[in-house]
């Protein structure tokens, strides 16, 4: 598939995203721009609406106060005097309103201007008493329907253009909305075919490098099972030399341990005869090289023995379950007590200790590991031997802890080796393959096993197992 580091997908990622976010941030530039083209004509109509109502108020109160007048004069009740006065009282304010509409509009501006001027002098025609003089009241009436009628002109006038301003803003408004309309439904329509059209054309391309690397991968994996067929094939021939290698090498140790062991014992059985029947005759000295022959060939026999214990254990079918460690322990002990360890010990073990393993390999692996604590400790004249576990999460580890002669800590790597040894066989009998018994066992029930000492304090060998 495509990879975010390759060119044609940054390519194909720019195509299908970028292309139309910035359509997107086009159109909506321009429906702000429409929006507010269409604001601006909406203020505009609200505008002329305004100033037409203005006008109309002015208007209606110079008829209402004209109207006034006539009745006045015709009836002489003062009463028409005071509706005069409330009519002119509001018409400095709406001059004062229309005027602050018309102030961006020059031409209407100078028609309000001269309306003023008429209304003036509409006013200078009124007199000042509410009852005029019979002499001259024909000229005055004349006068004033003079001056009105230039007012209703002049207020006719600004009416008209107001009306042919609201007309062209109402017209424009108009425009503006079906220009919105087709941009926005033109847009919709031409980004929502420009998003089909790309995502078939990603699809497409997607589909075609998919089908590509399918190809590529049964290539592959065709490939790969012909290896792993072959590889296994291999292994299965290596295995099957292996195992008649190991055969004919478990056959030949098996062999040679037989007559190693033959001449062993007849070395041992006859230096054993010839000490019983002419020791009496050969000198002090003869016997002690009689004793060391008789101790080569019982190591070398113990050896062989060891060996090939090392070599069943590998071997061995496990058979798990619950094991009570604290009672094979007390097995061990009875039996190793048995034997001559050059002075006492006094052991210490920690009931109910409980663990899942093999019961005849966990045997075996307690008896090394307290064989080895009473060979090192016996000695001291007041040996000491500690067995104690503790579980720790999935684990339980098992220590077997004395007060012998102890190691250095640099040396614990060798412990665990084949007929490896910190001490040599005149200061402590032994074969060297006890502890790497030990390993070997722990190791084929999945755990670990380690020694911590120090020379003169004792050691501790502990292992810890799967729970």
Request: aromatic content about 6%; some cysteine; glycine content about 8%.
């Amino acid at each position: 598939m495509y990879s975010t580091s390759e060119p044609s997908f940054r390519s194909l990622l720019r195509r299908s995203l970028y292309l139309p976010i910035g359509l997107m941030a086009l159109l909506l530039a321009l429906l702000f721009w429409l929006v507010a083209a269409s604001e601006f004509q909406t203020r505009a109509v609200d505008r002329d609406q305004a100033v037409i109502a203005s006008a109309e108020k002015i208007q209606n109160r110079i008829e209402e106060g004209d109207t006034a007048l006539r009745a006045l004069e015709v009836t002489h009740d003062t009463t028409f005097w005071k509706n005069f006065g409330a009519s002119r009282g509001q018409l400095p304010g709406l001059f004062v309103q229309l005027r602050g509409l018309l102030k961006n509009d020059s031409a209407q501006s100078e028609r309000l201007k001269q309306l003023g001027q008429d209304y003036e002098a509409w006013l200078k025609l009124t007199g000042n008493n509410p009852v005029m003089k019979q002499g001259g009241a024909t000229t005055l009436t004349l006068s004033r329907s003079l001056a009105m009628s230039q007012i209703q002109g002049v207020l006719d006038q600004l009416m008209r253009a107001e009306h042919g301003n609201l007309d062209m803003s109402v017209q424009g408004q108009r425009r503006s909305a079906i220009v919105l309309l087709a941009v926005f439904g033109g847009s919709i329509v031409l980004l929502g075919a420009l998003l089909l059209f790309q995502s078939y054309r990603t699809m497409t391309e997607l589909s075609l490098q998919y089908e590509h690397n399918l190809h590529l991968l049964k290539a592959q994996t065709a490939e790969l099972k012909a290896s792993h067929d072959e590889l296994d094939k291999r292994v299965e021939e290596r295995t099957h030399e292996l195992n008649a290698v190991n055969r004919e090498l478990e056959i030949f140790c098996y062999s040679a341990a037989h007559d190693l062991r033959a001449p062993l014992r007849w070395i041992i059985a006859t230096n054993r005869m010839f000490q019983e029947d002419y020791g009496q005759q050969v000198p002090e000295e003869g016997i002690k090289e009689l004793g060391r022959v008789n101790m080569a060939a019982t190591r070398l026999s113990n050896l062989i023995d060891a060996l090939l214990e090392m070599a069943r254990l590998g071997k061995v079918e496990i058979k798990k379950s619950q094991v009570n460690l604290s009672a094979l322990c007390e097995l061990a002990i009875t039996e190793i007590r048995e034997r001559d360890w050059g002075g006492p010990v006094e052991v210490e073990i920690q009931p109910n200790l409980q663990l899942l393993g093999d019961p005849l390999l966990l045997s075996l692996l307690l008896q090394n590991l307290l064989e080895n604590a009473f060979k090192f400790s016996a000695r001291s004249g007041h040996g000491r031997v500690e067995v104690s576990g503790y579980l720790d999460g999935d684990e339980m580890t098992v220590s077997v802890k004395d007060n012998g002669v102890g190691f250095d800590s640099s040396c614990s790597g060798k412990l665990f080796q084949p007929l490896e040894r910190l001490h040599s066989d005149e200061e402590f009998a032994g074969t060297g393959m006890g502890l790497a018994n030990a390993k070997r066992i722990v190791d084929r029930h999945g755990g670990r096993i380690w020694a911590e000492g120090e020379p003169g304090k004792g050691a501790t060998f502990s292992f810890s197992l799967p729970c």
